[in-house]
């Protein structure tokens, strides 16, 4: 294995543990900051769809509205 | 028009199992690295991360120069996704590398490894890659530079690595890089099932990207053909890709 | 079709580099702004560094980044005209091949760092270093005029893309700048032999390889781009 001369000797185990432990829960919040975001844009989805199918159905009972109007 | 959801759930499975196996092997199989001590282990988190961000930068070029050759606005969607996801994996890299260096060098930043020196330059241009698109307004001239920026930073990705190992390798010693070849047997098996679970991690998240915006077309589109243009609210950021 | 009267490629990048080089001479004024702030550099270095002379791979460093700086201010003028009196218009109109332009606008920036540096390099040789110019010159040319060649091509480039978005001046630099690291690292390096004291006055090959390489490759891509930053 060709690592290194020249390195400060290994860290004891307990600060060493402290770094690893940073860097893994680093990568760990990166992935759950992006679900938290995707959460967010699916609920905003969510709710444009629902206020679409509102829209829609106030469409179509106008148009039924009307139709049932009589002429004279 | 693609659905991106499908088979999403397989991936994510996959990538869910793939990553676990990896961290168990990590902490329970790895040897411990007889110069560095336990704070190699981040090695195994930290390249991968790095090799997946590059290969997603060189994939978001080719997603570019498909939609150059073709027109087709999917492609260039796909692009934007691809470099937005190994941006993201990027600054994971930076952050991890910077704990990596701390821990192992004293100093949160050296130059002495050229490869996290590659990294930011690489970082620094393409943190540009955002600013450009959203400076240029008409849809369709935007989708055509974010191409040609995305093939032309694609090709430099290697390029940049071979000028800054260049200029460093007979300086100083590579300090945070196991020698490629050097691996002992267990080491290598954990680092490649690291690999592939974050390779996967990436696929899983840019299908899931897609997916969030394919939808959010679908659902613009389907009201603007329902209830008229003037019913579509313009989108918050200019000409942005959703 | 091809119209058999219209030029050939060659033929028009000539006659666009013309129009530009003619332009600057009667304008006169990009290359003295590009002149200036490379003297003024200089001055500015010696009282950072507070020496009368450097030498070896800090003066590399000195030259390259005061020379890269100075093209910054003619990339950002380079399309400037096109933009704003219609050019690109008028040139998408005529039956002449599009690189054309990408070829006519490189050798006209080319053209205004080869006299950028003739002027600054002297006055560099005067003001900053310290060991004489005169038997390094033939390195320092080949070193200059291969980055010089980078320097044309990703600052066309950059420039063709960053004419058209809404914070012109702003963009090109900061792509460019990261694209342009390799080369920057390869010019130093390469000088940084050839400025030192004691030195042979030769660049090193590794770094005159991987400048050309850098130069071939992104010349080639930007032919290959070029076309898709010109269609309306």
């Known amino acids: 294995m060709s690592l290194v001369f020249g390195v400060a000797p290994a860290l004891p185990l307990h600060t060493a543990g402290k770094y690893v432990a940073a860097a893994y829960i680093v990568f760990l919040a990166l992935v759950l900051v992006y679900v938290a975001i995707m959460a967010t844009r699916l609920s905003r989805t969510e709710r444009d769809l629902a206020e679409l199918q509102r829209d829609v159905a106030l469409r179509r009972e106008e148009e039924a509205d009307r139709d049932r109007e009589p002429v004279a | ?242 | ?232």
């Not at chain 2, 190992?165 to 590579?174: E, F, G, I, K, T």
């Not at chain 3, 690189?99 to 080319?110: I, Q």
């Open chain 2, 1 to 242: 028009m693609s659905i991106y959801g499908r088979g999403l759930r397989g991936l994510a499975l996959t990538t869910v199992a793939t990553i676990t196996v990896a961290f168990t092997l990590v902490f329970f199989y790895a040897p411990l690295d007889a110069d560095q001590g336990f704070v190699q282990k981040i090695f195994y988190v930290h390249v991968p991360l790095a090799i997946t961000a590059l290969c997603g930068f060189v994939f978001g070029g080719v997603l570019g120069a498909m939609y150059l050759r073709t027109g087709e606005r999917k492609w260039d969607i796909r692009s934007y996704v691809a470099i937005h996801m190994a941006l993201i994996f990027g600054v994971g890299t930076l952050i991890t590398g910077a704990i990596w260096a701390k821990a192992s060098w004293g100093h949160w930043w050296i130059w002495s490894d050229p490869t996290l020196t590659s990294f930011l330059i690489v970082m620094l241009l393409f943190a540009t890659y955002q600013p450009l698109r959203f400076s240029i307004e008409d849809p369709e001239r935007q989708a055509r530079y974010a191409s040609v920026f995305a093939v032309v930073a694609g090709a430099f990705v290697p390029l940049n690595f071979i000028a800054v190992r260049a200029a460093q390798a007979y300086v100083h010693p590579r300090v945070l890089t196991l020698a490629g070849g050097n691996l002992p047997g267990s080491m290598r098996l954990t680092f490649l099932v690291s690999l592939i679970g974050i390779a996967l991690l990436y696929s899983t998240l840019w299908k899931y990207e897609m997916a969030a915006k394919s939808t959010r077309m679908r659902v613009r589109a389907l009201r603007r053909t329902l209830l008229g243009d003037d019913a579509v609210a313009p989108l918050k950021r200019s000409a942005a890709p959703l």
């Open chain 3, 1 to 232: 079709m091809r119209d058999e009267r219209a030029p050939g490629p060659w033929r028009t990048a000539l006659t666009v580099l013309r129009k530009d080089l003619l332009l600057e001479l009667r304008g006169f004024e990009t290359l003295p702004a590009m002149v200036l702030f490379a003297l003024t550099t200089f001055v500015i270095f010696h009282f950072g560094f507070a020496r009368d002379t450097i030498d070896g791979q800090l003066a590399a460093g000195v030259l390259t980044v005061t020379l890269l700086f100075a093209a910054m201010l003619g990339i950002n003028r380079l399309f400037v005209a096109e933009r704003e009196q219609g050019g690109f218009d008028a040139f998408l109109l005529a039956p002449v091949d599009r690189t054309a332009l990408l070829v006519a606008k490189a050798l006209a920036l080319g053209v205004f760092l080869v006299v950028l540096e003739v002027i600054a390099v002297p006055a560099f040789g005067l003001l900053l270093l310290g060991p004489s110019l005169g038997s390094r010159l033939p390195g320092l040319i080949a070193m200059l005029a291969l980055g010089d060649v980078a320097l044309a091509v990703i600052g066309t480039l950059v420039s063709a893309i960053a004419v058209q978005t809404r914070a012109r001046d702003l963009i090109g630099p900061i792509i460019g700048l990261p694209l342009l690291i390799p080369a920057l690292i390869g010019m130093a390096r390469g000088l940084g032999p050839v400025l030192a004291a004691g030195g042979s006055g030769s660049p090193p090959g590794k770094w005159v390889a991987i400048l050309a390489l850098y130069d071939v490759v992104f010349a080639l891509l930007a032919y290959a781009v070029f076309d898709f930053l010109l269609e309306d």
